[in-house]
């Protein structure tokens, strides 16, 4: 499947451009980084909580744990040059709303919501004096649909939606670019304790990067995400039939 973009005015210049990618360590953020690079990239700073654990060569690793305002803030220090910034880490800790403990959802909602929003703010003025630049939000399909055991992530991604919405006019004066990627399930750790179909990491981030150039405000990476986002314009009744039949 084609990925499905919304458009904005204009592109961003991967090439030459200067990046930090969050949760860059594996999965999709390691995808992101490697494909930088292959881009061209003048300068790819790869973060984590545990930097050590970063092995590709020709990247800059940094400590960072986007809910720790220190590490954010050292990081938006050692890396003034930035251009591009990738939104991707996030966590999931497969909770009900209902039942499960309420640490764990709020740390979801700390990660994945405040977390991004610590990231967008800190360089959000970093962008600016580099000449506007653009920010990636990696989202969800699971912005626009709950699903049993993980309605905690579901409303954490819903809320980094509706911030990636915001931002992108926020800072639309400024010359930044703000740009959200939603993919469904992907071969990663992160999505390892759901079996069902998964995508290939590297597609998504592809797709991310592609509606990056083409200066789109939305990517849709596959095509579940796509019924998904169509399915919110009929009566959710349907959806939500089909997501029992698959799981029952």
């Known amino acids: 499947m084609n990925p499905q973009n919304t458009r904005a005015t204009s592109g961003f210049a991967v090439e030459g451009a200067v990046a930090l990618v969050t949760g860059a360590n594996r999965g999709l953020g390691r995808h992101f980084a490697e494909q930088l690079l ?3 990239a ?3 700073y790869a973060t984590a909580r545990r930097p050590e654990t970063i092995d590709m060569p020709d990247v800059v690793p940094l400590r960072l744990d986007i ?3 220190d590490t954010v803030r050292a990081a938006t220090d050692a890396a003034n040059d930035v251009t591009l910034l990738v939104n991707n880490a996030g966590i999931s800790r497969w909770t009900s709303l209902v039942t499960s403990d309420l640490e764990d959802i709020r740390a979801e909602m700390e990660t994945n919501f405040w ?16 000449g506007g ?6 989202l ?7 699903f049993p055991n993980v309605n905690g992530y579901h409303a954490s991604k819903a809320a980094q939606w509706a911030l990636t919405n915001g931002v992108r006019l926020e800072l639309e004066e400024q010359g ?7 993919l469904g399930a992907i071969d990663t750790d992160f999505s390892a304790a759901y079996d069902g179909p998964k995508g290939d990491p590297a597609d998504s981030a592809r797709a991310g990067l592609d509606g990056l ?5 939305e990517v849709i990476a596959d095509d579940w995400s796509a019924h998904v986002k169509q399915s919110l314009a009929d009566d959710p009744a349907r959806l939500y039939a089909e997501i029992r039949a698959g799981i029952v």
Do not use: C, E, Y
Request: hydrophobic share 50%; no cysteine.
């Open 133 to 138: 630049g653009a920010i990636l939000n990696a």
């Open 115 to 130: 977390g991004t929003l610590a990231m967008v703010r800190a360089f959000a003025p970093v962008l600016a004096t580099n």
């Open 176 to 182: 930044t670019l703000v740009t959200g990627l939603h």
């Open 213 to 217: 150039v083409k200066g789109a405000i």
């Open 42 to 44: 003048a300068r790819v």
């Open 38 to 40: 292959d881009r061209g």
């Open 67 to 69: 809910t720790d305002h």
């Open 140 to 146: 969800s399909a699971q912005s626009w649909f709950g």
